[in-house]
């Protein structure tokens, strides 16, 4: 089956409000023009990401299905509801479900790249604060260990003076002078 065209349509032509009132579909879908009803990947695109991504196949499907049905029976204009008809006819058939499924398919994995995007930059986030905290640590550690050393040397050098002093003065000229 070959997909419908949109002739004699005024551009960017959408359902009217009249005909929006009658109609009880998904409001995201009254947006799209008549021209991307026959467009698979207006029609996926059209579906916003949150929904989307609870949505199985088989719901996305029937949520197109009934707007597609609910406008072919319910538009004040016959040209409208021809059209609407054949578009629903062609997503009903293996080329046109084929395509819907391609881009429902396509649209998923953009989600997944853009999900795996985010885990990616949020893991990169969260690495770079891991390694300012651990760098932190580290010269807090590093001074710590310093500061350990600092006082061996002190203690060292307190106690070779205070041996110095015992040991060397006792012989000193000077020392044994004042006896």
């Known amino acids: 089956m070959k997909r419908p065209r949109c002739f004699g349509f005024p551009p960017n032509f959408v359902v009217s409000k009249e005909d929006l009132q009658k109609i009880k579909v998904q ?21 916003p990401i949150e929904s989307f991504s609870r949505f199985s196949y088989r719901k996305i499907k029937k949520i197109l299905n009934d707007f597609l049905s609910a406008v072919a029976s319910h538009a004040s204009q016959t040209f409208v509801r021809v059209y609407a008809e054949k578009c629903r ?9 084929t395509l819907l499924l391609k881009a429902a398919r396509d649209r998923s994995s953009v989600i997944n790249t853009q999900k795996l995007q985010n885990q990616i930059e949020q893991e990169k986030q969260s690495a770079k604060l891991e390694g300012e905290l651990n760098g932190v640590k580290l010269s807090r550690l590093g001074g710590q260990k310093y500061s350990r050393e600092l006082d061996k040397v002190h203690i060292f050098l307190v106690i070779t003076f205070f041996a110095t002093i015992i040991l060397v003065v006792p012989f000193s000229p000077l020392f044994i002078g004042s006896l």
Do not use: M, V
């Open 27 to 47: 409001p995201y879908l009254c947006t799209l023009t008549a021209e991307d009803w026959s467009n698979e990947s207006a029609l996926i695109n059209a579906i």
């Open 89 to 97: 006819e062609f997503y009903k058939s293996n080329q046109g479900d």
